[in-house]
């Protein structure tokens, strides 16, 4: 995935237990320097 600074993105994350929860990333820059924000 090519990115640029301010794109924003969700991941899904699964704990052992099975249980889900949405990571949103936030390129800042152009040096690959990321801001994260879980929401259940």
Known sequence: ???KK???FN???T???GNKAT???TQKDDEGNITWE???
Do not use: F, S
């Open 38 to 40: 879980l929401k259940k």
């Open 1 to 3: 995935m090519e990115v």
């Open 23 to 25: 990571i949103v990333v």
């Open 6 to 8: 301010g794109d924003t």
């Open 15 to 17: 704990d052992p237990e």
């Open 11 to 13: 991941c899904t994350a």
